[in-house]
């Protein structure tokens, strides 16, 4: 397996470029935020990365986890390398300075995560969920259970789950049998859930579980879900750790991929009941968990970009070094390595074109969370906000299938070598699997995307994006650059056909909702490709600027521009078929003769 190097230059490209850093440092909140401060940060994340992740990347797929009589072992390596994380002050980048986070903009934080997440996927998804149950403590907790659990937590000495799935629910959270009974201040809970991510582990001294259950007198359906916080080891006002709670590890699931996070069936009062405390209002757990959701959707699109980039890499010194084949400029010479043989070329291409567009969609959607959070302006808040909302299940969903499409094309590119476990390609396509399955399959996010995002507001969201669209090509100097012209018209060419799909949804939605539901993952893998177009516009933009004024790396700037011409004619060319399945595709899907019942 090759090593993995952060891909720096370009990752200062676009928190500098196109999610503009410095408006964001200008804001009160992120005023250490300077470009120079940031740099260095990313470089020390590089290294930790690199040189600490990544080595034990190859042995944790290997090796995995083991379970023994309710004891999780993490693979040889992890637990030094979770101490070194801690001790860095990595799991607190972007928590509030009051309980011990450094306070920096998520936009930082994201490419520190998928530095993370490139490096050692299996290894990142522990703090990704910490970070998900302090979002949830921060927006919904007591200043009681804030001082108590919080600071442990941002410091990441203690880890945090997420715990709804149950056997005969899956994702029908209605279905959730796990009960809550009252008991002198507390609650003693009684159930059991599945796939819980590091639900048990030796990495940390505490594990603090958010748990979906229900009290006796709650509604039937979601309406009567509560949250409850449930820890591995109840603790004290100021932390102490006390008795271990009536919480235990059933067993932890054998995997295709991720082999070095255990995910774990969790059994709650098998004894006297587990203890619990509610989490804000009794009968909104799920409000409540779907904001542990949203960020664990926003930092799984960044695992599918880490995947991405990794694979990337990989394919690309793989495609320098092997050696096959005649080059077709030069038949009677000698052999040549294969990253000179055309279709080799567009699988990479394809690859970058694809790792760089979600990068870049993802880094610019942390940074307008920034400004939705940091902003004084009501009217300016809720479009920053409305915009996140609706760009998160395209980032999650689009990120994670492009990391499965990217994944699989470098195993092709390795040829037969790639179906041989030794080379260590065939780990991140196994890895990436996983991605657009939890936290919300794809048809998930679609069902939100089309009927939340979309039908619920009459299209206002989607509509302000096509047009902040339509300003963006607007700005390009074609005169300056006809080479922009190409990708300028891709761009607004299908943002037209996502601007007539918008228009179906919202006359359909109401009078015939299982015709936008079978369309509804072909319009968000159209709302990924023409975003991601978007982006790569507008560096293509940027780039022709800098290589007119003779600044910088040219060879950068000639490589944005012909990675958005690629994305162009080989990934935008795709928008005309996806909106007539978003629009046509129901006939055929839905039709009373196929052959099941």
């Known amino acids: 397996m090759s090593d993995y190097h952060a891909p720096l230059r370009e990752m200062n490209f676009v928190i500098n470029e196109l999610a503009d850093l410095a408006s964001l440092a200008r804001l009160p909140p992120f005023a250490d935020a300077n470009a120079q401060t940031v740099e260095a940060i990313l470089d020390e994340a590089a290294k930790f990365a ?9 042995q944790g797929d290997t090796v995995g986890c083991t379970w023994h009589d309710g004891e999780v072992t993490t693979p040889p390596g992890a637990k030094e390398a979770y101490q070194q994380f801690v001790l860095g002050g ?34 990142s998804l522990c703090p990704m969920l910490t970070a998900g149950a302090v979002e949830a403590l921060l927006l919904c907790g007591s200043p009681e259970q804030r001082r108590t659990w919080l600071p442990r937590l941002v410091e990441g000495t203690w880890t ?7 056997a005969q629910a899956g994702s029908d959270l209605g279905a959730i049998r ?51 916080l449930v820890p591995k080891f109840l603790a004290g006002e100021d932390g102490s750790l006390g008795a271990r709670n009536d919480v235990r590890c059933v067993s932890i699931e054998h995997k295709l991929g991720i082999h070095s996070s255990p995910t774990a069936v969790m059994a709650y009062g098998d004894r006297e009941g587990a203890t619990g405390y509610l989490v804000g209002e009794a009968n909104r757990g799920l409000e409540y968990m779907f904001i542990m959701m949203n960020n ?86 809720d479009a920053l906000q409305s915009f996140v909302d609706f ?9 994670t299938e492009a990391a499965n499409e990217v994944a699989h094309l470098a195993v092709q590119v ?17 890895d990436a699997r996983i991605l657009s399955i939890y936290e919300g399959t794809t048809g998930i996010q679609a069902i939100d995307l089309v009927g939340r995002k979309t039908a619920r507001d009459g299209g206002a969201a989607a509509r302000a994006l096509a047009a902040s669209i339509r300003a963006d090509m607007a700005e390009a100097d074609l005169a300056r650059d006809p080479s922009l012209a190409v990708v300028t018209a891709a761009v607004l060419g299908a943002n037209d056909a996502f601007d007539a799909c918008v228009d179906w949804i919202v006359d359909t939605h109401a009078g015939d909702p299982k015709a936008v539901l079978a369309g509804a993952v072909p319009f968000l893998e159209l709302c990924g490709l023409l975003c991601g177009g978007w982006q790569m516009a507008r560096a293509a933009n940027i780039a022709s600027q800098r290589l007119s004024q003779g600044h910088g ?15 162009a004619d080989h990934l935008l060319s795709r928008a005309a078929g996806l909106a007539h399945a978003t629009r046509a595709g129901a006939a055929g899907t839905l039709a009373e003769e196929a052959p099941w019942p």
């Open 50 to 58: 690199s040189q600490v992740l990544a080595p034990i990347n190859r």
């Open 553 to 567: 790396d040219a060879a950068f700037w000639k490589a944005k521009l012909s990675t958005a011409r690629f994305y």
């Open 414 to 430: 390795h040829g037969g070598m790639g179906f041989i476990e030794e080379t260590g390609i065939a780990q991140h396509l196994r």
């Open 90 to 123: 990595w799991n607190g980048l972007s928590a509030p300075a009051e309980h011990g986070g450094q306070q920096l903009p998520r936009l930082v934080a994201a490419a520190v995560t998928e530095m993370g997440m490139a490096a050692n996927l299996g290894f």
């Open 178 to 228: 796990t009960r809550a009974i009252p008991d002198a201040g507390s609650f003693r809970i009684f159930g059991q859930k599945i796939f819980i991510t590091h639900g048990e582990h030796d990495l940390a001294e505490n594990i603090v579980h958010l748990v979906l259950a229900r009290l006796p007198d709650a509604p039937a359906g979601v309406r009567g879900l509560s949250l409850f």
């Open 296 to 381: 664990a959707r926003f930092q799984v699109g960044l695992q599918g970009v880490g995947i991405a980039e990794r694979a990337y890499q990989q394919a690309l010194a793989y495609a320098r070094e092997r050696v096959q084949g005649k080059d077709l400029d030069d038949p009677k010479g000698p052999s040549v390595a294969i990253v000179r043989h055309p279709d080799v070329r567009r699988m990479l291409m394809t690859m970058k074109a694809l790792t760089e567009a979600t990068r870049a969609v993802a880094y610019v959607v942390a940074a307008a969370t920034d400004r939705a959070h940091a902003s004084t302006d009501a009217a300016e808040r």
């Open 160 to 166: 945090g789950t997420m715990n709804l799935t149950e």
């Open 391 to 399: 760009m998160v299940p395209i980032h999650k969903g689009w990120a």
